[in-house]
């Protein structure tokens, strides 16, 4: 199955700071996503980004399929952006992801 | 749109114990739910695909009979942890996929059912 590697592990910012994700995944895929959890569990959608751009406010990803990477972008970072983000890749087998093992996001006031 | 909830959030049980936990696709319609289980400090880990009225998919090293899904309609699927013990304690995740024919494949999640067998 399909490998998803996340880095870095941890980050630890200043407010209003910008900050790069990467996702990093092994095969060819139809699916890619960008969550955040948040401290009481609940995964939010960020991204649903199998390939292109996207911006939503202050966060866009980009992915690159032909070099299987994935970016998740945060600008002017402020403390209610810390938690876990997950990315998590899908291939052939319609619907399933494997997700990465996060990046911890630390935003200090 | 796209709201998936989970029915209980807190479930604390006795070991031997049988536990259902619900996941309810609340405005759309889900051909395909997914659950997943999530120990403390780690990522989330897919034990089983269920697509509605037929038998759930499990992932390798996940008991079937152990934990019993259900999926009987488009917008509800069940999850029955069997004689429950204190090594099933987990935070347990459903998703549904939202078919729109835009994003055919986006997974969007409940908010969790944390149990703790004692």
């Known amino acids: 199955g399909i490998q998803v590697e996340q880095s870095p592990p941890d980050l630890i910012l200043q407010e209003g700071a910008n900050s790069t994700l990467r996702c990093n995944f092994s095969d060819s895929v139809n699916n890619l996503q960008w969550f955040h959890q948040n401290p009481w569990g609940q995964l939010i959608n960020l991204f649903y980004i199998p390939s292109g751009t996207k911006q939503n406010g202050r966060l866009s990803a980009t992915t690159v399929a032909t070099e299987r990477y994935s970016l998740l972008y945060i600008s002017s970072s402020q403390t209610t952006d810390s938690g876990v983000y997950f990315c998590a890749a899908g291939g052939t087998s319609y619907g399933k992801l494997t997700f990465g093992q996060g990046t911890i996001l630390t935003v200090h006031p | 749109g796209a709201v998936v909830s989970q029915h209980p959030s807190w479930v604390i049980c006795k070991s031997g114990t049988s536990v259902k936990i619900e996941c309810r696709s609340l405005d759309f319609q889900a051909t395909t739910m997914f659950w997943y289980r999530q120990f403390p400090k780690q990522s989330l880990m897919l034990m089983a695909t269920s697509n509605e009225g037929s038998k759930a998919t499990y992932e390798q090293g996940v008991e079937k009979d152990k934990f019993l899904i259900n999926h009987a309609s488009l917008t509800l699927s069940t999850l029955t942890v069997t004689s429950a013990h204190p090594e099933d304690s987990s935070f347990y995740i459903c998703?549904?996929?939202?078919?729109?024919?835009?994003?055919?494949?986006?997974?969007?999640f409940g908010p969790g059912t944390r149990l703790l067998v004692l």
């Open positions: 998703s549904a996929s939202s078919n729109t024919g835009i994003s055919q494949e986006t997974q969007y």
